[in-house]
Every structure is written in C-alpha cells, then in structure tokens.
DNA sequence: TTAATAGTGTCTATCAGACACTATACT
DNA sequence: AGTATAGTGTCTGATAGACACTATTAA
C-alpha cells in the first residue's frame, strides 16, 4: 500500500493523462481528419495521441503531430490549439484534446502508426471513431468554424501563393456554404494583414496568367471579422 | 514495482490532476475574484480547487463552485466553462482551470476553507497568487472579456430584476472602458432574446418609479454582436 | 465560341457611434 | 432649483450583401 501511494505521485501521472490531437485539413473540397489504427479494436481508428510523461502539454501537442503526420512544428504555417479537456473517461484517463489545421500537401501520415486522412463525412457516418473522439472531433470542427471569423487560420489550409478563390474555397468547405465571390474578395483584401500580394511573381520572362497570387499577412487577428453567414449550417 | 503499475491506473489519477476554478464576480464597479488561503504558502492565496478523482471535470467544477462560495448550481443564474488545461506543473500536477461567473450577492465565500473576494487589481499587483494561478487569472478575464461579446453571459452578474444601466456597468467593469448609455440601451434591446421586460413590477399599488427593470431572456448567443470598442484596453 | 471563373464597380439595407433633447429622481 | 441619470429621436459613416458588367482562361 504504501508502495502504491508513493507510486501514486511519481509514476502515475504518464499513464493517466493523454494528449489527442484532432489534425483537420482540407482537401478535394471537404474536410479531412487525420486517424490512425486502433490496435485495442479491431477495424477500429483513433486520433493520434500520446501520453503526458514530464513534458508540457503543447509539446506532447506537437510531439503527436510530428510522428503521426510527418508535420514538424517549424514548417510552414501551422495552427495548433488545445481545445478542451475531457474525462475521466470509461478507463480513469483524462484526455487534454487539441486541434491542428495542416495544408493537404504537408500532411503525410505516418506508415508507422498506420495514418490515414478520412473524410470527415465519411467518418462521422460509418462510426470509425470511438464515441469520446467523436465528440473531440465536433468540438475541434466547432472551434475552427468559429475561428475562421476572427483569425488568419484560414491561411494555414492553403499553399502559398495562394489566390483569392483557393482561400475562398476554405472558408466554403469549412464552412458547408458558398459566399459570394466578389464581396469575399473585397472583404479579403479590405482586412489589413490578412494577405499580402505576392511580387515575387516571376519577372517579366514568363507572362502571368490566371488569378492574383498572395501570401499570408502578418496579423493573427481579423479587424473587421469574417463573419459566416446567418443561414450557416450547424 | 508490480504494486506500483498497478496503483498507476487505478489510484494514482486524481492526485495528479486538480480542478481549479477561477470565480469571477463585479461589485462596486470593479472586478473581483475569489481567493482562498494558501496552506502551503504563509501569507499567499490560491484560486479555489479540488482533486479529480472519479467524477467528472464538470462536476469536480461545480463541487469546487459550491465548496469555496457558497453557490449551488442549480441557484440562480451562473455562468461556468472550462477555460483551458496548463502543465505540467512544476509538482507534476496537471491543472484543469475553469471560470465561473457569479453575481456578487450569491456568492458567499466560504468560512471554512478562508475564502475571500479580491479586487483584481489589487491582487495583481500585490502578487499574493502564485504565477500558475495569476496567469489562469488573466486567462479567465480575457475569456470573459471576448464571451461579453457574443454571449448572454453578462446577465449573470447581475441580479433579477435589473435595469440596463446595471447591465451596462458590467460591461464597462469587465471591458475598462465607458460605453454610450443610448446606444448600449437601443443594443440590447434590438437583441431578441437578450432581456425581457419585467412585467411583475408590483401591481398598481406601489407606484413605479426609477429606470425600467428587466429579466434575462432565453438566449445564449447575441446576434448581433455587442463589440467592444475598438480602443478598449487588453 | 462558349462556359466558367476572376475581378471591378455600384447600389441598398443595416448597424455602430455621435449628438440633441426630454423626463425623472435625488439633493 | 439644479444636477445626474434614464430614455427617445435622429443623423452620419461604415459595412454586408446583392447585382451588373468586364476580363481572362480552358474546353
């Protein structure tokens, strides 16, 4: 018993707590989530995870999206945020959730742990996911919509240089709605820090053709927001 | 040692994992907090918290609600949200923060465990919370700050009826700025859902008198928005 | 050439914010 | 009376959303 108790602070700590990662991209027009095997359920998937050992809670973050979807902290545009904590669950273990937005081409899910991007349709439908995960991947749906508003995080989703439309597109897909092109763009440009042209646009040797190309501003924040419209889906 | 694997699943949980609860509350045109002695610190302070063990997050909150101030959570009007998860910390403990909004009359600090409402100012200043707590403090503010926006949750810092000037103090007590009665009055009125008029106002005995008393209508979300002014402090 | 999309211009309803004014309460 | 606050009316500038039109690209 008193092994135990002692155990209690030193050991424990690791095993119950869990960092899950909710890593959302866009691609071919829909949402996509990142999962990986469930080795416990046959047939099953999960999202990626990690125990909390004696790192902070955003590192473990990080740590999962690294070995789960090839993505390293430092590369590219990235948005990562904790989300909420849930628990304890069924088996004692208190779950800190996080969400991610990676653009489609730097997501490469790991062979190793048996990654894979579903559709989030897909998924919700067929019910891969365990209930508690499925609830972290609507809140983690939730928090990006409701993000999209006020942040820059929409530009984490596409590849730069980016055209209007392409970022339009994310805003639409995330969204489950279609915006009127002409005011978006407007409403793009008319917010400061949000995009910036992109002169790098090869010199006078080519001749540009198609869409104005930009790259991501320097704000974080959005003044006047992006608001979604009132008729949005859930 | 297999003692000690065993205990890290089923005992070892809730010592490592604590709810704390940052309470907020207005009274006399400032923002007040919720404190109670600190056992291991002589002199210092400490949000209000309780060990997980088996119950869930939400309701280890509410326990900690009820323990420290006196509010049950069935009474009244109260506001409660998980605000984010932080550490581990510098003992291992992984700490589950959470705010809680109450009005100032319901909340009665309890005796037993020392409590005592601060001004928020003066307890930054003074530094009588340690840095873990004084940084979910700031958390919480601004938590709050931005859900004034777009949420209902202002009226429950006020108590039944009320008059939109009270209302408007909270606002101007939260955000630390000075709003336009006439245009903060046509606001929330214009917000269906927001108040409702307070019919119940003492029949035709007792002449009314003084500003026009309201209740919290049934919404949970404003639209529109009531933004805060551009050049209102962090 | 036709269809689809990118981009510009402009109009209108709505809302935030400011100001002026009246009514009521407290001293 | 005089001051402070509650409440109404109204104006102006900014923004969201809609529509019309031109330019460019791909079949």
Redesign the interface.
């Known amino acids: 018993l008193v092994?135990?108790?002692?155990?209690?602070?030193?050991?424990?700590?690791p095993?119950?707590?869990t960092v899950d990662v909710a890593v959302l991209t866009v691609r071919q027009g829909r949402l996509g989530v990142l999962a990986e095997r469930d080795g416990t359920t046959a047939g099953g998937w999960r999202l990626p995870y990690e125990s909390?050992r004696?790192?902070?809670?955003d590192a473990v973050a990080a740590s999962v999206l690294e070995s789960a979807g090839g993505v390293a902290e430092a590369r590219d545009a990235l948005f990562v945020e904790?989300l909420?904590?849930?628990?304890?669950m069924d088996d004692?273990?208190?779950s800190?959730a996080y969400v991610a937005l990676v653009a489609e081409s730097t997501l490469t899910p790991s062979s190793v742990s048996s990654g894979r991007v579903f559709a989030l349709d897909d998924l919700h439908e067929t019910g891969v996911l365990d209930e508690a995960d499925a609830r972290v991947l609507d809140d983690a749906v939730e928090r990006v919509r409701a993000k999209l508003e006020y942040t820059t995080i929409a530009t984490t989703l596409v590849v730069e240089p980016f055209t209007i439309p392409e970022l339009r597109r994310v805003y639409e897909t995330v969204w489950s709605v279609t915006l009127h092109p002409a005011n978006f763009r407007r409403k793009v440009l008319a917010t400061p820090g949000f995009v910036v042209a992109d002169d790098d646009d090869q010199g006078a040797t080519t001749v540009r053709r198609g869409p104005d190309l930009f790259r991501r501003g320097t704000a974080a924040l959005l003044?006047p927001a992006m608001l979604r419209p009132?008729d949005a889906e859930s």
Chains 1, 2 share one sequence.
């Open positions: 092994v135990a108790k002692e155990a209690a602070v030193t050991v424990a700590t095993v119950a707590v909390v004696e790192r902070d809670l904790q909420r904590t849930y628990g304890p004692g273990r208190i800190v003044h009132v």
